[in-house]
């Protein structure tokens, strides 16, 4: 591992361990009250879900049109990391709703977006783990149709209501929330790169192991 | 050979081979045809059948019969050790999945007929009332489904737990085209037609079938390639 | 004769035009959510409010920590066990 690698992880390990602190001392929201604190991880967590799904596709993109095996590796990590958040996201999102709209679920276009962004993750996985050989083709080929799937999804349901906060919320935060919310969003950046690194290198580590095999033979 | 001649000649190669057994065709439609006896003992209760059930029993039908015959199409290939010439044929890599495509469709399309009087006559559903829409409909939707599917099953022949993949890899990506098509159906269902509303789940299947046709013809050069 | 160039071609022209259809219909559909669009700061909480959004809360950051404590202790693990492969591979190449 490289030398930022052991620093990056404890100055993580200690904004996680601080932001509860900082959570707990925002204000209440108006209407939402108490529940509303989920999102202090429910945003940064959905965020970082989406981002994830976007270093996954490039990275399917340009291991298929001729990328060498580092996207490939890159790809795989990041859909597990997809798979990480989206849980994250997709599981506190209901438990904020509960509260917030009355019911647990709604065929919104976020959260139906979302689920089917997950669901495209997880096939990722499955994909890999049990496809076998030449399922690194397939993998990219999934993450591809799954990025071009996206728009449709979201035209698809947007006709049905749509009771979801927008995002605009975030630049109208006034200072008191801000403070909290960008600070367990840099958090979980920091912990999406040095999960991505970990996962890369356990990838690098199994393709030295198989190189390592083939000159024994 | 140009791009047409090739797709017409890889369709044309499937359909007799198909009709020579039937295989493919009988098994999807005994399938489809057990599944929707299933939601019909499951649905349709002291003969009322739950309301709005048959353009989602439809669909489901038709996406689950579909995942069968892809499947078997491309595993009559890989048994046969065909698709490897087919491959190696000096043609056209697109235009052989565009056979391929064409050949799906043509059996899918042959199972919806055999199910919608099927599900008219189960959950009394006025599924004929519209028939020039409701083909339309069915026609986009299938098009759609299988262009999808027609390159997935063409990847997974070298994959091995394909059988299960194939609806692992499918469902989450055509999820657009199941909800346009259920959508769609139960418009043409109610009483009074609203055709903007049909015309804007039809636009967006075709939109969907347009761009993920050229996605797979663009990309089925690079996923097939060793 | 038609090439392939020219089929692809065709055909994301034909995405452009249904893709502009779509968008027409889009428009025209009534819109009605009635979506947030800022989050409101007060000081006091009525005292009835937070009891039962408390589990709620508590579930959501207890699923974050938790899930992300076992793919931590999931990826360490497999780790550990690729790291232990290669010095065993090490050692044995040595021997011979």
Redesign the interface.
């Known amino acids: 591992m490289s030398k930022w690698f052991f620093p990056a992880s404890v100055a993580c390990a200690l904004m996680f361990a601080v932001s ?1 602190i900082l959570i707990a001392n ?6 939402m ?7 202090y ?2 945003m940064p ?1 959905a965020w970082i879900f989406l981002i994830a799904a976007v270093v996954c596709g490039v990275a399917s993109v340009r291991y298929l049109f001729g990328g060498g095996a580092r996207h490939d590796r890159v790809a795989w990590a990041a859909a597990e990391l997809v798979v ?1 958040f989206g ?2 996201a997709l ?2 999102g209901p ?2 709703a ?2 917030a709209w009355g019911v647990w679920w709604q065929w919104d276009v976020r959260l139906t977006a979302s689920l089917m962004g997950w669901m495209v993750a997880v096939a990722y996985i499955l994909v890999r783990k049990y496809g076998g050989p030449g399922s690194d083709k397939l993998g990219a080929g999934l993450a591809l149709f799954g990025m071009a799937n996206v728009p449709f999804v979201y ?1 698809s349901v ?2 049905w ?6 995002t ?2 975030v630049p ?3 200072l ?2 801000g403070i909290p919310f960008w600070f367990s969003f840099a958090a979980f950046l920091l ?1 999406f790169i040095l ?1 991505l690194r ?2 890369v ?2 990838e690098e ?2 393709a ?2 198989d190189a ?2 083939l000159s ?1 033979e | 050979m ?3 001649r090739v797709s017409w000649l890889v369709f044309r190669k499937d359909l007799t081979v198909e009709v020579r057994s039937f295989e493919i065709l009988a098994t999807s439609i005994f399938f489809a045809v057990s599944a929707v006896l299933f939601f019909a003992v499951a649905f349709v209760q002291e003969g009322r059948a739950l309301d709005g059930a048959a353009p989602g029993i439809l669909w489901i039908a038709v996406a689950f019969a579909g995942t069968l015959a892809l499947g078997r199409t491309f595993e009559r290939e890989r048994q046969a050790e065909t698709l490897q010439a087919l491959l190696l044929a000096p043609a ?1 890599r ?2 052989i999945y565009v056979g391929k495509l064409l050949g799906i469709v043509t059996l899918l399309v042959t199972t919806e007929v055999v199910l919608l009087p099927l599900i008219a006559y189960l959950f009394q559903a006025p599924l004929f009332a519209r028939a020039g829409w409701l083909a339309a409909v069915l026609l986009a939707g299938t098009v759609g489904y299988c262009a999808v599917g027609t390159l997935f099953a063409a990847m997974l022949v070298r994959v091995r737990s394909r059988d299960v993949l194939l609806p692992v890899l499918l469902y989450p990506i055509t999820i657009p085209v199941i909800i346009a098509g259920v959508r769609a159906t139960s418009v043409l269902l109610e009483p009074e037609l609203d055709v ?1 509303m049909i ?2 789940w039809l ?2 299947m ?2 969907y079938d ?2 993920f ?2 996605l797979a ?2 990309s089925f050069e690079p996923l097939m390639t060793e | ?4 160039r020219r ?2 071609s065709g ?2 022209l ?2 452009v035009v ?2 502009a ?2 968008a027409g ?2 428009a ?2 009534p819109s ?14 009525p005292p009835q ?2 009891l ?3 589990p ?2 508590i ?3 207890a ?2 920590w938790v ?2 404590f076992a ?2 202790v999931s ?1 360490s693990r ?2 550990g066990s ?2 232990a ?2 010095q065993r ?2 050692r ?2 040595k021997k011979r």
């Open positions: 509860p925002a204000p209440f929201e108006s209407t009250g108490l529940v509303q604190k989920i999102s991880y429910h967590s990480l849980a994250m599981v506190t438990l904020w509960r509260k035209v947007n006709y209501r749509t009771i979801h906060p927008k605009t919320v109208t935060l006034p008191s929330m912990l999960l970990m996962r290198r356990l580590q199994r030295e192991l390592v095999y024994l | 140009s791009f047409l056209d697109p235009a903007a015309r804007f636009s967006l075709a939109a347009v761009v046709i050229t013809l663009w | 004769m038609i090439t392939f089929v692809v055909l994301l034909l995405a249904c893709a259809s779509t219909v889009q025209s559909q009605e959510p009635e979506q947030l669009s800022e989050f409101v700061p007060i000081e006091d909480l409010e937070e039962p959004a408390a709620l809360l579930a959501a950051y699923f974050v899930a992300l793919y931590v990826l497999r780790l690729v790291a492969d290669v591979l090490e044995e190449v």
